[in-house]
């Protein structure tokens, strides 16, 4: 190799040890660095936070979970928040608003749930995205058994977020 050439950083492969690593050095930190927006992100138990793997200030997401909190995925990509939806309790009561994220990497569909420090103005900004999704996405969501949030849910949103209408 010449003297004026720099060597090529080759990418370690994300192996299970070193997410599980990152995560204990996380928890132990108090959290991470958002991916998209590069702030920090504080990891908390007492704000419903001990799991998360979303950012509260831009509400992307990472892509670390093969199942719910096994910080075992290895595309590592960037979740856009697409869109709002709620955890079914019934036919008829809408539980907890969640956020929907779409993988820039690999396209995978995850649901997220709120913590308390995410910002509201986001929150309703996701939700008019929501009541503006293709019919194409929205279909494709309810394919995988997503409840996309319409406008009927709009006081259900804002009864959650404000307390009242």
């Given at each position: 190799?010449?003297?004026?050439?720099?060597?090529?950083?080759?990418p370690?492969?994300?192996?299970?040890?070193?997410?599980?690593?990152?995560?204990?050095?996380?928890?132990?930190?108090?959290?991470?660095?958002?991916?998209?927006?590069?702030?920090?992100?504080?990891?908390?138990?007492?704000?419903?936070?001990?799991?998360?793997n979303?950012?509260?200030l831009?509400?992307?997401?990472?892509?670390?979970?093969?199942?719910?909190?096994?910080?075992?995925?290895?595309?590592?990509?960037?979740?856009?928040?697409?869109?709002?939806?709620?955890?079914?309790?019934?036919?008829?009561?809408?539980?907890?608003?969640?956020?929907?994220?779409?993988?820039?990497?690999?396209?995978?569909?995850?649901?997220?749930?709120?913590?308390?420090?995410?910002?509201?103005?986001?929150?309703?900004?996701?939700?008019?995205?929501?009541?503006?999704?293709s019919?194409?996405?929205?279909?494709?969501?309810?394919?995988?058994?997503i409840?996309?949030?319409?406008?009927?849910?709009?006081?259900?949103?804002?009864?959650?977020?404000?307390?009242?209408?």
């Open positions: 190799m010449k003297r004026n050439q720099k060597r090529r950083c080759i370690r492969a994300h192996t299970t040890e070193r997410l599980r690593a990152r995560k204990i050095r996380q928890e132990q930190g108090g959290g991470f660095k958002c991916s998209h927006c590069k702030q920090w992100v504080v990891i908390n138990e007492y704000m419903g936070t001990a799991n998360r979303h950012c509260n831009c509400l992307w997401s990472k892509h670390v979970d093969v199942k719910k909190g096994d910080r075992r995925a290895e595309c590592q990509g960037g979740m856009k928040p697409i869109g709002l939806t709620f955890r079914i309790e019934d036919a008829q009561t809408r539980g907890e608003i969640m956020l929907i994220h779409d993988c820039m990497g690999c396209e995978k569909i995850s649901i997220n749930r709120l913590a308390a420090d995410d910002g509201e103005a986001l929150i309703l900004q996701i939700y008019s995205t929501t009541c503006t999704m019919e194409q996405t929205r279909e494709m969501l309810q394919q995988q058994g409840y996309v949030a319409g406008e009927s849910d709009q006081e259900t949103i804002h009864r959650q977020l404000f307390g009242s209408v």
